[in-house]
């Protein structure tokens, strides 16, 4: 437990700390955090699940079709969750609002911290590469569409005039077009087809790629900088669903579908991770559940501080007794 706080937690916050700073002190702004985040997503991260995944084999992928299906089950029906409860339970709030709560409280933003936690715990391995790959998808190809989808839907049922009706499909397309979609799904099929990738091709993705997780968290930092936090019901509810229901369910699931135990504790940290910032990009960009959302972003990655050891404690105490 020492080895994962000094070893995943504490760089963790530093690195965030150090773009939190910069920030406050006006070296970098959230123009400049989505600059980088643009170099994570459509270039680092892409490159390190590529690299990472073309190195496995076809036993690799046929053991995690359980791991597939946990994390698309499990984390979408927390995504769902999380819009019903935000819509029904909040009358303020629009099918918009609940759907953006979704898109935060219900996605851990894999994409920015997914290496940088589970490599420093697990170790440098495809395993862990796959994991944050499958993760990936499910937010990226299946939440995200369904997330728009349910916000567009509402803002056309409040204003007709104020969006046009879009083809359903089109969110879905668009983010299989993203590298970090698509870059993972090309490295499964070409190693389905047996592909042997060569060494000497590694090190050409791996400069890139190592720059995936210092460049995502000090992003992240000054991120928060540009945060102004309060706390309101919301907020603390949608951290706990976020932090404790999301892991909780993966666990549960991991272990009534007889989940490899290492792969078990992966995607329980995983599923820990704060919530995604594609969320908050998302609701900027819509006026949407602004203020909230980064709020209770702000709250969850300080909560992660402390939850992400408890869930490892907590997932090997369970496997300990089944």
């Known amino acids: 437990m020492l080895h994962i ?10 690195v965030m700390l150090a773009g939190y700073i910069s920030g406050k002190k006006g070296a970098f702004n959230g123009d400049d955090a989505k600059k980088f985040n643009k170099v994570v ?7 390190a699940l590529f690299v990472s995944i073309i190195q496995a084999s076809r036993e690799d992928l046929a053991k995690d079709l359980k791991l597939t299906l946990v994390s698309l089950i499990g984390i979408m029906g ?25 898109l ?16 420093p715990i697990f170790g440098t391995t495809p395993a862990v590469a ?24 509402s803002l056309e049922k409040q204003n007709p005039n104020a969006t046009k009706k879009v083809n359903p499909f089109k969110p879905v397309l668009h983010a299989l077009a993203q590298p970090v979609a698509w870059a993972p799904i090309l490295a ?11 060494d000497w091709l590694s090190p050409s993705f791996d400069l890139i790629a190592k720059a995936n997780a210092s460049m995502a968290v000090f992003s992240a930092g000054i991120t928060l900088s540009a945060i102004k936090f309060s706390i309101n019901w919301q907020v603390i509810l949608g951290s706990i669903m976020k932090m404790i229901m999301m892991p909780l369910v993966i666990l549960i699931l991991g272990i009534l579908f007889h989940m490899d135990p ?19 990009i998302i609701a900027d960009e819509n006026d949407t559940y602004v203020a909230t959302g980064t709020s209770s972003l702000t709250l969850s990655v300080i909560l ?19």
Do not use: H, R
């Not at 935060?104 to 490599?119: D, K």
């Not at 790959?133 to 839907?153: D, E, K, Q, R, T």
């Open 78 to 102: 927390c995504f769902m969750l999380v819009y019903f409860v935000f819509k029904y339970c909040f009358k303020k709030n629009t099918g918009a609002d609940a759907a953006v709560s979704a």
């Open 188 to 198: 499964v099929v070409l190693v389905l087809c047996g592909l042997k990738w060569p």
């Open 5 to 14: 706080i000094l070893y995943a937690i504490v760089p963790i916050v530093v």
């Open 104 to 119: 935060i409280s219900g996605s851990p933003t894999i994409g920015f911290l997914g290496f940088a936690v589970l490599e």
């Open 41 to 47: 997503l459509d270039y680092a991260l892409p490159a």
């Open 262 to 280: 290492f792969n078990i504790k992966m995607l329980v940290v995983a599923a820990a991770l704060p919530p995604a910032f594609s969320g908050i």
């Open 304 to 322: 992660f501080v402390g939850f992400c050891p408890l869930w490892i404690w907590l997932t090997d105490m369970a496997l300990a007794s089944f």
């Open 130 to 153: 796959l994991v944050v790959a499958i993760v990936g998808i499910v937010v990226n190809a299946v939440g995200i569409p369904v997330g728009l989808s349910l916000m567009n839907a």
